[in-house]
């Protein structure tokens, strides 16, 4: 499927990448969920998270905290307060410190509330984004905080293809628990 353009491409995008994510997790078996992720042995895995999420935990909770990245920007925006999608001190270079920090942050996080935060964040972005028009979504410069873009390539980046890169993963790991 191409990147979602559209608002009615973007909402079906993201709810089938969705289901489809929910469904390979719910067909990942006890061993695939009790092994911790390892991927040192692929050299072609050279991203830092790669090394750094370590369960579906740990995916889940990644996904939930780009949702509130969102979510938050978003909100602030629309209220007047001028905000960057990146939080200071970050930026799109040191985004993967940012990462590390939402990985720390949650560690003591159960799988069950992960899952439950990502599901309740998915639902609120996709309601968010049924509040924008097509032209709000997909058109340059309706919005001065959102810079060059558009603000729909921002629920595109967080949603669909931030599940496709969660089920990547996901499918790497299963496919690392069966040479095991």
Known sequence: MSRPATKTDLLKAAGKNFEKLNGLVTGLTEKELATPFDFSGDV??????????????????????????????????????????????????????????????????????????????????????????????????VYKWVGGSTLGSYFVSVTSSHYEWAMKKLKAHRKNCAVK
């Open 44 to 141: 072609k895995k050279k991203e830092a998270h790669w090394g750094r999420d370590k369960n579906l935990r740990d995916v889940f909770i990644h996904l939930y905290e780009w949702h509130q990245l969102l979510l938050n920007w978003v909100q602030a925006n629309q209220n007047g307060e001028s905000r960057s999608f990146i939080p200071r001190p970050y930026t799109w270079k040191t985004y993967g410190e940012m990462n590390v920090k939402f990985w720390i942050k949650h560690q003591n996080t159960s799988l069950e509330d992960a899952r439950d935060q990502l599901w309740k964040s998915h639902e609120e972005i996709l309601k968010l984004a049924e509040g924008f028009s097509n032209e709000e979504l997909f058109s340059k410069g």
